[in-house]
């Protein structure tokens, strides 16, 4: 039991869990980044604002992709073809395109294990994170549904294992399969299904990003021009040094139209890349363009290497688990107190209006005034956004707000008492 | 042999107040239940939840009461836990930000040290000393600038008005 005012301020109020060691891990990575270079730049300190560089990346190349992209078979691979070999820029915007790609799925993961590790993500901070997750899900959607539209052997191995991933779920598997192909069998529709999942999930994004900010004053949305300028570098040469080609040219492992799904099996022993190889062979496929070898991204691709590798029952049962990312914010037990303003002493100056990190005060007219008088200012706080941080108590010169831990005059007195 | 009492003579108690945020550093390493340093009892710190609600009237109060340095440590700026609590108390240190530290508090007396939980223990209590040292030095060079100098020379600047005025 705290007997002085002392006690009660120096006793650290950090839950000592599991947190504790995160977040020395993840400070003594900062630390490391910050001695070799400046904390003005160390990207750690801009995890938000590089996935958002990374979008506008995908965004920008993304619009030139879409101009050049028919959502038709064959004509989807042969278009594509057209644009990276004989459209001006056009296999840097589609290399700057796939890698993007991969560099947003690093930036957001590096993104929430750091709120995560430096608990950020509690209490009145839940909102960026539920959206968050979501985030993370709507992105590796589109991710995955753009290697689907190009419609080469990849592709088409990928539609296969997912309509017999879908196919596995209980009760609702036919379903799901007519959902993602857009009918009972692979035609047109389905190319068209992707392109739609991809541009409308992409345009969701954009959506359920105002909900991840708007709970955050001047959220920090853009990196200082040298960070982007090595992020924007890093993409271009790889894409230069990688060019992203099609893996296997038409015909099509389902050739002609309304044919059913080949089924994907395995026979024991045989590696991924080889049970895939033996398929392509079997369906008397040729490789003649690009690599012979399949290029996996395997950040987008890893549920395919699981469901190769797992029974598809503990499959969706361990895809079922990563929902538990949504419950996060509840393993630690959270308190919620809040700032509270004290009428009689607020001028409605604004100040702490606008020095709240959260978006948690808000103005409104004095409702106490007699009738008659000069409209003032009242300064309101929204509980639930409030996280108890006292950047408002340090904004009020009057000490009309005041945080329930310790009050100012408290602190004022402890300061007269550690003076003596 | 008499001394005329000079106001360069050395302070009798050394106080320096740091107001410090309690993610910054894990505090119960370093300091007494009493609010002062281990290794320095001369340093009194009161722990906070954000180095950002940091009044500067509570700085101001210090060098009032005879401090001679108050000093706010902070996360490293970037990476405050409340997003920007340190750039506030930046900001309001170096008169940039309402409310800021009045006019008549020397700055060479009001210090910041923006640290992380992972740097050593040995670099906080060097920057510390640094920062005492350079208040404790400015005091000596500067008595004339402090608070109760101030005070002490506007209430006889009033008292020569009064007295003018008679």
Redesign the interface.
Known sequence: MAT?I??V??????PKTYIEVF??IA??M??KV?RAFN??L?PF?YHGALPNFFLFTLFATGIFLMFHYIPTRPRAYTEIEFMTNSVPFGLWMRGVHRYAADGMMIVVLVHMFRVWF???YRGARILPWLTGVLLLWLLYIVGITGYMLIWDGRSQIVTAMTLQMFGTVPLIGGWLQDFLRGGDAITDYTLSRYFSFHTMFAVGIFFFLVLHYIR???PKTSTPMPLWLIFLGITFIIAGAIPVTNDVPTPLLFPGTGDNVAGFSRSEGTTYEAAIAEQVQAAGVEMTSGNATWTIDWFYMWPYGLFYLMPAGAFWVFMTMLLVLFFVPYFVKTHRPFAYVIEEACVGCQ?CYL?C??NAIEMIEKPSLKKGRKPKLLAIVYEARC?????C?????YEAIE?P??R?QE??A???A??? | MSETATATAAPEKIRIIGFVCERAYDLEKILNPDGTMIVDPDVRLIGLPCSGMVQPAFIEKALEAGAQGAFVMGCLLGDCYFRDGNYVIKERIERTRRPQIKRKYNLEQIGTIWFSRAMMEEELLGLVASFKDRAINFCKAHPEKLPAAIAAHEAELRKSRAAARK
């Open positions: 002085s002392q006690e301020m120096t006793k650290p109020q950090i977040w020395q400070l003594w900062e630390d910050n904390n003005r160390n300190y430096t608990d950020r955050l004053y001047k100040l020095d990190p959260f996280t108890s941080c006292g950047v108590v340090g904004s009020c010169a945080i831990r310790v100012s602190i004022e402890a300061v007269a550690l003076c003596s």
